[in-house]
């Protein structure tokens, strides 16, 4: 019999709704609403008014709309709306202010007249209670809080046209024809994915109740054992997907690469200067097994900025070269690009300089293939690639032209796996008739990695310690709101460093300002301007301020008495590739004392005298960006400091990730918690992190105990079925949950 949740929605609720559906959540059939899970309950206990609010506690109110106003923030994208609302009704009527960032939705739900739901936590705003970006859920004109005083409401993903109120009332039609919701002898039989054995074991329930459960519940416990249910069985599909997908990964045949003790790695090894640490060495051995197995290595190599990765992925190259391939490094910058082919060069010597005067017996080319390189560079270096005659080929996207061939790629490693998508990933394992080799360095996994380590799709090696001379990096968070006085020490700081024979970087998150110079963190510039860090326009009393630019602060701090004499250069995206080349090589040598640029200095550049960071605007970066950038600093053995500047008032929701990074340089942890704010992005997908999940329920830090489980039952399940013939309704879960160009994502990491 057909699974009713196959049928389309139009059969039930009419042509009209299930018009809207799709076009607004692209839900098409009844299963698909059925799946559409509330993101939330308000429990009725939870009602309070408006006259003392307790603050700093969570509170849940029914209110009308007095007004409602929108301005444009001044330094983003997005508006502020502020909303008045009362409790007219309520035995001591009050009125309350509701601020929402970025409020382009609140705006259009909450105008004048407009009954709500509200909840959220209660602040201080002006000497006054306020809820910030409050959740609010519409009630129709006819909805009072008699009416929804005993039952948990369900809170719906809606749209500006949908609204959860909505959603809500045409999900209860779809479980009504169901029958879900009437006597449970007349519900529908709905084939279960979780394998009886399973479901009795975890004690999970039938499928119906859960359903009736996570929709209506009677109780708020009711919707949590349901939710629980549905995690579990989301849990099992995608890791029956992924334990299919390694499985079919060990049956692929690729060459081994072993390692031979007297070819160019033994060589290399012998002239090393330094010893390798111990996390270093295990990885190190870790690698040569998986490198000399018959089937594709697939390995994220996680370790901390400065840890060595580069290191053990150049030795891992050589061992390929040594078996007869190829390896391929992609790096996400023209400068790191650059940079890696120097770096490599110079580490090699002569085992890098095959076929030349003075090269080594075992030796190798090393050629750099980037996109501004002169057609007669690059046509040199893509014969080297496709004669073989290089060993390791270092570039950036250009690697991925379809121009682009190889002798025998035998190993594509990945610098900075966030920097690049998980398609343009794969195009480069696509150049080999033999699937090579991939391993992705990272030294802070992005959410989706995270998730996808959680999931167990990738082999993780974990690179622990730091080289001996690699000095520990304070960071300290500068709020000029609280401290103004601090805008001017920032600079004399700087001034401190360049006169002790250090280098400063300046990151700043724009490219250009207004042309008058005036923003370089708030120091007087000699013209009796006082120069203002952007702020954030949260409130009224804000001052409009641009952000921080690279040629307005390069500017200002040419102008600036603390900084007098100093040697100022000016790196980012727009200029040429061969001045940003040669600007970097300049502070490199330091000819340069501070260096004030955007981004582009995130990854792999590397200036031992460097110990000086200083991010301004640094709300408006991502965790992720925040711990890459200040690992730029304290390599070369001298203790490393990290500025944080912002002018965000304390508690605003963008300090938690300034908060996050000031408290621990351990990258695990700092994507844990960049997860728990971002999201895992489209696991499944191309998307790497934020916006929509691919996951419903499932969330990969707080269920990873149900993940391990479920993992476990999966490989069991593969193991005695591969081809998943004895559990139908499992597969076939399979083939709707994941799309099969979303399955083919899932080995390839």
């Not at 090699?348 to 030796?363: I, K, N």
Request: net charge negative; aromatic share 4%.
């Amino acid at each position: 019999m057909l699974d009713p949740r196959a049928h389309r929605l139009d059969r039930v609720l009419g042509k009209a709704n299930a018009t809207k559906l799709e076009k607004g959540l692209g839900l098409r059939t009844v299963g698909a609403l059925l799946n559409h899970f509330p993101r939330r309950y308000l429990e009725r206990g939870e009602l309070q008014s408006i006259a003392g609010l307790p603050i700093d506690e969570e509170v849940t109110l029914i209110a009308e709309v007095l007004s409602s106003s929108q301005r444009p923030m001044r330094n983003r994208r997005g508006s502020i709306v502020e909303v008045v609302i009362t409790d007219r009704d309520a035995l001591r009527p009050g009125t309350l202010t509701l601020s929402f960032f970025s409020g382009y939705q609140a705006f259009r739900d909450l105008q004048p007249g407009v009954t709500a739901l509200f909840s959220g936590k209660v602040s201080v705003y002006r000497h006054q209670p306020t809820l910030t970006n409050p959740h609010y859920l519409l009630l129709e004109d006819d909805t009072t809080g008699e009416d929804l005083a005993n039952r948990p409401i369900p809170v719906y993903p809606a749209t500006a046209t949908l609204t959860s109120w909505w959603v809500a009332q045409r999900v209860a039609t779809v479980l009504a024809h169901l029958g879900i919701t009437g006597d449970p002898d007349d519900a529908v039989r709905l084939p279960d994915v979780v394998p009886a054995g399973i479901a009795a074991r975890e004690h999970l329930g039938d499928l119906v109740t859960a359903y009736r459960d996570i929709h209506a519940p009677a109780e708020v416990a009711d919707a949590y054992r349901a939710r629980h249910r549905f995690r579990y069985q989301e849990a099992l599909i995608l890791q029956t997907a992924l334990a299919r997908r390694r499985a079919e990964q060990q049956a692929q045949v690729a060459v081994g690469r072993p390692r031979r003790d007297d070819g160019l790695l033994a060589d290399f090894d012998a002239v090393l200067p330094f010893t390798l640490t111990t996390g270093q060495r295990e990885v190190g051995e870790s690698l040569d097994a998986a490198l000399s197995a018959d089937h594709p290595m697939n390995a994220l190599l996680q370790g901390e900025v400065g840890s060595g990765k580069t290191l053990v992925a150049l030795r891992a190259m050589l061992q390929v070269v040594d078996a007869g391939g190829q390896a391929a490094l992609l790096a996400p910058t023209e400068v790191l690009a650059a940079q890696h082919h120097a770096s490599i060069t110079s580490t090699l010597g002569p085992l890098a300089q095959a076929g030349m005067l003075g090269g080594a017996e075992h030796a190798t080319r090393v050629v750099l293939l980037t996109g501004s390189m002169s057609t007669a560079a690059r046509r040199e270096a893509l014969l080297a690639a496709a004669s073989g005659e290089a060993g390791i080929v270092v570039g950036t996207h250009a690697l991925l032209s379809e121009t682009v061939q190889f002798a025998e790629l035998g190993l594509v490693v990945v610098d900075e796996q966030h920097r690049f998508g998980v398609e343009q990933r794969d195009t480069l394992r696509t150049r080999a008739g033999v699937p090579p080799h991939l391993l992705v360095m990272t030294a802070t996994p992005i959410p989706r990695t995270v998730a996808m380590t959680v999931f167990g799709d990738l082999g993780t090696l974990f690179l622990d310690g730091l080289p001996a001379g690699r000095a520990p990096i304070d960071t300290h968070i500068v709020p000029l709101t609280e401290h103004p006085v601090w805008r001017e020490r920032i600079w004399q700081r700087a001034r401190e460093e360049v006169d002790a024979g250090r280098q400063v970087y300046v990151v700043c998150p724009k490219i250009e300002g207004d042309g008058t110079g005036a923003r370089a963190g708030g120091f007087d510039d000699g013209d009796g301007v006082e120069l203002e860090l952007a702020t954030d326009d949260d409130g009224p009393d804000s001052k409009r301020a641009p952000l921080a630019s690279v040629e307005d602060t390069a500017a200002a701090l040419r102008r600036a008495p603390a900084l007098a004499g100093v040697r100022i250069g000016e790196l980012h995206g727009r200029l040429d590739p061969g001045d940003k080349v040669a600007t970097m090589a300049a502070f490199h040598r330091g000819d340069l004392d501070v260096l004030v640029s955007t981004t582009v200095i995130e990854v792999g550049v590397d200036v031992a005298r460097a110990t000086l960071m200083v991010i301004l605007d640094a709300d408006r970066f991502g965790i992720s960006q925040l711990h890459q950038l200040r690992g730029r600093v304290g390599r070369g053995g001298l203790p490393g400091t990290c500025l944080l500047v912002t002018s965000l008032e304390e508690g605003h929701p963008s300090r938690a990730r300034l908060d996050a990074v000031a408290s621990t340089t351990d990258g695990f942890r700092l994507a844990e918690e960049d997860l728990k704010l971002r999201r895992e992005g489209d696991i499944l997908g191309a998307r790497q992190s934020g916006g929509r999940s691919t996951l419903k329920l499932l969330r990969v830090i707080e269920d990873e105990k149900i993940i391990v489980a479920a993992r476990q039952d999966a490989q069991a399940i593969i193991e005695d079925d591969p081809g998943l013939t004895g559990h139908p309704v499992l597969a076939g879960a399979i083939d709707d949950y994941l799309d099969p160009e979303a399955e083919e994502w899932l080995d390839r990491g």
